[in-house]
Structures are given as structure tokens and as C-alpha cells.
């Protein structure tokens, strides 16, 4: 198993009045490691990328610890489990070397625009998404 490691800056802005990294602000860190993962995917004909879009279906945070620096960037872990032909999951882990400040779980689907509906992966996704596989490790929710 691989896991996709991004070293995801976090701006002065991103913190609340108590100086703590906002929650709404956790989701974000998970979608830019999605992107970053799936960029390879990313198809450079618009209309193309239309019809090979990705639908967030599902996500849970479990807040461990409260982030409280924006100084230096957060060591975001993702990798894949439950690779199924129209969807996928997510595990995350959001931390540095002292402290996992949260796990997370993302549900994601494949998604036609143009359609308007699920789709299948293709097998060059799910080559990508495999490669990230972890089938051994307890879920992090």
C-alpha cells in the first residue's frame, strides 16, 4: 500500500477567534488532497472532463486534537479502501509529528455532467485508486 502524503499549507485565515483551525476548514484540507490525488485523472478536453467528473458522496471528521498553528503546513495521509466500480473510500489522516488532529472518511462516486448520473470508473482509474489501496488497515472513523 501507498499512501498519498500532502503537506497542506494553512493560512492565518483558516483559524477561528480561538486560534484553532475551523472546522468548515477540515473539509477543505480533504478535498485539496482528493484533487491532488486525482489530478493525474483530470482530463485536459473540458467537455471530457465533464463527462469524468467525481461526486463527493458521504464524508465524517473525527476531531482529535485542535490544530493551532498556521506557520508550518499540516502532513495530510490519504489512501483508498473499498474500490468498487462506482464508488470508492477514502481514509485520512490529519497530522504532524506530534499529533493526529483528525481522521476522516470520504465516500466518493464517479459522475457524468453531461448525463447527470453515477458512472462507472474506467480501469485507468481504478489503477490509480489501487495503487493507494489499503485492505489490511482498520478504518480510521
Known sequence: MSRHIYDCPV???DLDANGHL????????LEETRMRMFSVLVPADP???????????????????PLETW??????????????????????????DK?????????VAGYDSI???????????LDVFNSYADTTSATTS
Open 115 to 125: 448525463r447527470g448520473g453515477i458512472r462507472r470508473f474506467e480501469q485507468n482509474e
Open 47 to 65: 467537455a471530457e472532463r465533464l463527462a469524468r467528473n467525481f461526486l463527493l458522496r458521504e464524508q465524517t471528521i473525527r476531531y482529535m486534537h
Open 22 to 29: 475551523n472546522s468548515s476548514r477540515y473539509g477543505t484540507l
Open 99 to 107: 499529533h493526529v488532529y483528525a481522521t476522516a472518511t470520504s465516500v
Open 11 to 13: 493560512r492565518w485565515s
Open 71 to 96: 506557520e508550518t503546513p499540516v502532513r495530510v495521509e490519504a489512501w483508498v479502501a473499498d474500490v468498487k466500480r462506482v464508488s470508492l473510500t477514502f481514509h485520512f489522516e490529519i497530522k504532524d
